[in-house]
């Protein structure tokens, strides 16, 4: 398990939020069924079971004044083409609603399926509360990759040839002759 727990806010699909700290990664236990262990705002570890998750927000601050939307995710899909490199995911949730993100190219969105049980979202919008999504398999009901963005301005390998034909040298010819010498 990681060292440090980050901030969190648990949206359910029942009524009601929860506010703690998770581990960046390795969050989820295995089991029947599998669970999320929440240190709560009061230092207490509460059991929630990923079948009732619908995702949970890293967030930069814990608005807990705001009982609707503390974690301040207004915006659940993007405008334009994502900038930043990654995997253009739009997932449908069990209830209905689309969430899109951005999800690692590398090991870690293999590592989120096989040991969180679940994939990370980095989200539409990085400048607002919320700076990365957590989202259980149980909460998902369809993944669609919509694009896989990688920066224009790395360059691909060239292949090279299997085969270099080399030039002929020019002073390995006999050379004529000379009638001079004759």
Known sequence: MASSRKKVIVRRFLPGLLWGYLPSSGLA????????????????????PLTDVKYAAYVRDFNTADSVTPERLTRKTFLARPRTEGLWLRLTLRDGDILEGLAPLDLTLADGWSQDLGVHLVPPDIRGNTQRLFVPRLAIESMEVLAVVTTPSRKKPVAIAAEVEE????????????????
């Open 167 to 182: 030039q002929p040298d020019l002073f390995s010819l006999a050379l004529p002759p000379d009638a001079r010498t004759q």
């Open 29 to 48: 236990h295995t089991g029947q069924p599998p669970m999320l262990d929440l240190l709560d705002l009061s230092g207490r570890i509460q059991p929630v």
